[in-house]
């Protein structure tokens, strides 16, 4: 089973708005990533998790928190957010060889 | 100069054709290359993944990974409609380090 699920798919919320997106992999992947992919660009990676704990954050505001709370689940919490992060949020896992499986993604849209 | 320069494209090939997709790098330090498939408003889907130089062929897909040029390529035999989509082309040093895209060629194969 090759499967990043994510959840919501779509999602619109207010900038006062408080949400979180979810991932799940059953791979047993020991990395699992955050990405945010705006349109016609690659996607931007946001945050790396590897053995649970965070070793990548790539100058991110805060308001975005990640979470891993275990090895298959990866949570993005989302707060006071701009108009401007509207975009693709893409999970994705691997093992130490980077073999990256993303998910489907959830198409965030702040109002 | 960027890490990883792709062609953004379009590229429009007939039906039946072979199509050839390219990348360049500027750090020796990558050891795996991948390439993504990805479709309009869906996740990057895994095509290919290699490590370190040589030739890897998977049905009508074939990759390329020259270390000594810095030059990777993915070749479509038979182009089809349904490989109508943006190829990313994505490489890394390894571990759980960063993975670096290319900007993306948008493939149109025309019935």
């Known amino acids: 089973d090759t499967e990043v699920t994510q959840t919501p798919k779509h999602l619109v919320m207010g900038m006062t708005n408080k949400k979180s997106l979810k991932c799940e992999q059953h791979?047993?992947?020991?990395?699992m990533y955050w990405y945010k992919q705006k349109a016609k660009k690659p996607p931007e990676l946001m945050f790396v998790?590897?053995?649970?704990?965070?070793?990548i954050n790539e100058s991110v505001p805060s308001r975005f928190s990640p979470e891993c709370p275990n090895s298959s689940l990866l949570n993005l919490h989302l707060h006071a957010l701009q108009p401007e992060d509207s975009a693709l949020y893409l999970c994705?896992?691997?093992?130490?060889?980077?073999?990256?499986?993303f998910g489907p993604g959830t198409r965030l849209t702040v109002l | 100069q960027k890490e990883v320069e792709q062609d953004p494209g379009p590229l429009s090939v007939p039906e039946g054709a072979i199509v050839s997709l390219n990348c360049t790098y500027s750090?020796?330090?990558?050891?795996?290359f991948m390439w993504y498939r990805q479709y309009s408003r869906k996740g990057p889907e895994l095509l290919m993944y290699?490590?370190?130089?040589g030739n890897k062929e998977d049905g009508r897909f074939t990759a390329q990974v020259d270390k000594s040029s810095k030059y990777i390529s993915l070749f479509i035999r038979d182009s089809q409609p349904s490989d109508s989509a943006t190829y990313l082309c994505?490489?890394?040093?390894?571990?759980?380090?960063?993975?670096?895209f290319g900007t993306g060629t948008k493939l149109q194969v025309i019935p």
């Open positions: 750090n020796s330090a990558f050891q795996y």
């Open positions: 791979m047993g992947h020991r990395a």
């Open positions: 994705a896992s691997s093992n130490g060889d980077n073999e990256q499986f």
């Open positions: 290699t490590y370190s130089s």
């Open positions: 998790y590897s053995y649970e704990k965070l070793s």
């Open positions: 994505a490489m890394s040093a390894g571990g759980y380090q960063k993975v670096t």
